[in-house]
C-alpha cells in the first residue's frame, strides 16, 4: 500500500464546533440556529443526572428524554429510541454522552434524517464521524453515512471533570485509534496526516495528567485531550478504518467487551502488525509520542497510565479467539498488511496475555 501524498482528494464535512470551558452555555443558540424547538434528549444511565438538568434548563424545547443509550447500540435500544422520537414529534436528538449514546443519536438519524447535536462528555470522537453501528444476534454492523454526522458538537472540557480515570485514559487511547490508522489509510492525505500527529501528541501529553484524576493541571489536561479527540475524530471520518477498528468493533459486538477499553488493549498490537508496511504512519505516531518505535511506545504509555492491557482482564474469554480470527479474514478490507490468519491469532493471544506488543518491523 502506498504513503505516496502527492495526489489526493480532500472533502470538508460540513459541522459545526463550539469549543472552550463553559461553553455549554451556548447551548440554546445553538439549537436556535438549527430551528430545533423540540429535541429527545439522550443519555446512558450514568449520565442522566446532567441530562436531567438539561432537559429542566431548556423547559418546552424538549419532547423528551431517553436514558438507555447503551454500548455498541444494540438494536433493541435502537428500536426503541427511534419509536420514541416518532411517538413525540421530535424535531432533533440532543447526544450527552460518550460514543454509545452519539452512536444512538446516529442510529435514530439513519431511519428518520433527524438532525444532532452533540454534548460530548469522553474523549471518543464519534461526534465528528458519519459512522454509524449497531449490533444485532452478536455482531455488529457498521457505516458510513452523511446523515449521521452531528450538525453542531459542543465540546466543554468542564463536562468532562467527573470522568474517572480509568475511563477518563482508556477513552483517550480510543481516540489515539482514530488517527492512527487515518495516517495509515489508502484514502489519507497531508491534511488528515497533520490532524492525526496533532491530535496523538495533545492526548497522549494530557493522558499521564488525566490518569493522575486529580492535582491542579486536570483543567488544561482536560482540554488538551479534548482537542486531541476533535482532531482525532474528525481523521477517524474522513478515512478507511483498517484492521484495528475491524479487530475491535468484532471483540466488542461479539463479546460484549467495554468498547473504550478493548481500543485500548489492542492498538498498539494492532500497530505492531501493520508496522513493517506502514512507515510513514508509524514515523508520525513516534514523533507524536516522542519515542523511537511507535507500538512500544504505546504500550508503555497504557503502563504508565495503567490502562488495561490484557483482554482477559476487560471479559474476553479465551476460546472466543479463534472466532475472532475467523470473522478478521472473512471479509476483506483495506489495510496495509494483508490479513494473515495465523498471525492475526498470534496477535490476538498476545493481546490476550497482555503481552508487549511484536512487531514484524
Known amino acids: 500500500m502506498t504513503t505516496d ?39 446512558g ?18 419532547a423528551g428524554l431517553y436514558d438507555r443509550a447503551a454500548m455498541h447500540v444494540p438494536i433493541e435500544v435502537a428500536r426503541e429510541a427511534r419509536e420514541l422520537a416518532a411517538r413525540l414529534h421530535a424535531d432533533g436528538t440532543l447526544a450527552i454522552g460518550g460514543g454509545s449514546t452519539v452512536g444512538l443519536a446516529k442510529a435514530i438519524a ?21 459512522i454509524h453501528g449497531i449490533t444485532e444476534g452478536g455482531l455488529k454492523t457498521t457505516g458510513r453515512d452523511e446523515r449521521v454526522l452531528p450538525r453542531c458538537v459542543i465540546y466543554d472540557p468542564d463536562l468532562l471533570a467527573s470522568l474517572p480515570a480509568p475511563l477518563a485514559v482508556t477513552s483517550g487511547l480510543n481516540a489515539i485509534a482514530h488517527a492512527a490508522e487515518g495516517l495509515y489509510a489508502q484514502d489519507g492525505n497531508p491534511v488528515l496526516d497533520l490532524m492525526a500527529e496533532e ?71 494492532t500497530l505492531a502488525y501493520n508496522a513493517s508496511h506502514a512507515p510513514h504512519a508509524m514515523a508520525r505516531i513516534a514523533r507524536a509520542l516522542g519515542a523511537p518505535q511507535a507500538p ?6 497504557q503502563r504508565a497510565t495503567s490502562a488495561p492491557t490484557a483482554l482477559r482482564d476487560i471479559g474476553m474469554p479465551e476460546d472466543g479467539l479463534d472466532r475472532v480470527a475467523d470473522l478478521a479474514v472473512k471479509t476483506p478490507y483495506p489495510n496495509p498488511r494483508p490479513l494473515e490468519r495465523a498471525a492475526l491469532r498470534a496477535l490476538l493471544q498476545r493481546a490476550y496475555e497482555g503481552a508487549p506488543p511484536l512487531s514484524d518491523a
Open 45 to 62: 444511565p450514568q449520565q442522566r443526572d446532567g441530562a436531567a438538568a438539561i432537559v429542566a434548563r431548556l423547559g418546552a424545547r424538549v
Open 199 to 269: 491530535g496523538i501528541r495533545a492526548i497522549a501529553a494530557a493522558l499521564p495528567q488525566l490518569a493522575k484524576g486529580t492535582g491542579s493541571g486536570q483543567a488544561g489536561a482536560r482540554a488538551g485531550a479534548l482537542y486531541g479527540a476533535w482532531l482525532c475524530g474528525t481523521v477517524l471520518g474522513s478515512a478507511a478504518m483498517g484492521l484495528h477498528h475491524k479487530l475491535c468493533h468484532t471483540l466488542g459486538g461479539s463479546f460484549d467487551l467495554p468498547h473504550a477499553q478493548t481500543h485500548a488493549v489492542m492498538l498498539a498490537h
Open 110 to 130: 439513519l431511519d428518520s434524517g433527524l438532525p444532532i447535536l452533540a454534548v460530548p462528555t469522553t474523549y471518543a470522537g464519534s461526534e465528528m464521524t458519519p
Open 296 to 301: 512500544q511506545a504505546l504500550f508503555e504509555l
Open 5 to 43: 501524498r502527492a495526489a489526493f482528494t480532500w472533502q470538508g464535512r460540513p459541522g459545526r464546533v463550539v469549543f472552550g470551558a463553559g461553553s455549554l452555555q451556548h447551548l440554546e443558540r445553538e439549537l436556535d440556529a438549527l430551528g430545533l424547538q423540540r429535541v429527545l434528549v439522550l443519555c
